[in-house]
């Protein structure tokens, strides 16, 4: 079973839902965008060290083998629904706090 890439998609969908039930609409803005493209060059730097060594190995039968040069697609989707919950709450919170005063 392909445990990391069901994770790793459910992850990235639970993600965008979070964006659209607490009405961020984060994943909406041209600037979410650019900065998901900033993190996936620096993803791509910082994991093809890792994964391209070896220091990170990654067990066949976990995920699809669908690698961008020596990375798995899976970590791109792990590393945006990361990214993307954190701030999504992030702006929640800082949007109830102006609210309440």
């Known amino acids: 079973m392909k445990e990391y890439t069901i994770l790793a998609a459910c992850g990235a969908l639970l993600s965008v839902g979070l964006d659209l039930i607490l009405k961020t609409q984060l994943t909406r803005t041209k600037a979410f965008w650019i900065f998901w493209a900033v993190m996936a060059v620096l993803t791509t730097i910082i994991n093809g060290y890792l994964t391209g060594r070896p220091i990170v190995m990654y067990g ?42």
């Open 60 to 101: 066949e039968e976990f995920f699809l083998n669908i690698r961008f040069i020596t990375i798995p697609l899976e970590d791109y989707l792990f590393g945006f629904s990361l990214l993307t919950s954190n701030i999504v709450l992030w702006e929640y919170f800082k949007k109830r706090e102006k609210s309440s005063d």
